[in-house]
């Protein structure tokens, strides 16, 4: 059975940074995309960043600039460094992978940015 396991959420100050990362376990295929939603208070779920197993990436133009994605395919985990914080960024924020035709979420992890 496909895991993913979160770690990361914390409470920051505006202009800081939070780095947030996800380990996929328990399936023998790559995940081809991993990527990081996040989904705030009466708002639907959004996409912040994915990366493709070849290293592809797309981010929200909210975060852009502020947010870097990575991922090691050896570890099948996913990384997102988010940096220069604003009270919006606040949220659940989930990891997504995608393996075969399947799309599998963590847990979600709370990222809180107080003003």
């Known amino acids: 059975q496909v895991q993913l396991v979160e770690s990361g959420e914390g409470l920051v100050q505006a202009g800081g940074s939070l780095r947030l990362s996800c380990a996929a376990s328990?399936?023998?295929?790559?995940?081809?995309?991993m990527g990081w939603y996040r989904q705030a208070p009466g708002k639907q779920r959004e996409l912040v960043a994915s990366?493709?197993?070849?290293?592809?990436?797309d981010y929200a133009d909210s975060v852009k600039g502020r947010f870097t994605i990575s991922r090691d395919n050896a570890k099948d985990t996913v990384y997102l460094q988010m940096n220069s914080l604003k009270p919006e960024d606040t949220a659940v924020y989930f990891c997504?992978?995608?393996?075969?035709?399947?799309?599998?979420w963590g847990q979600g992890t709370q990222v809180t940015v107080s003003s």
């Open positions: 997504n992978a995608q393996i075969l035709v399947h799309h599998y």
């Open positions: 990366m493709s197993s070849g290293g592809s990436t």
């Open positions: 328990g399936s023998f295929f790559r995940p081809a995309s």
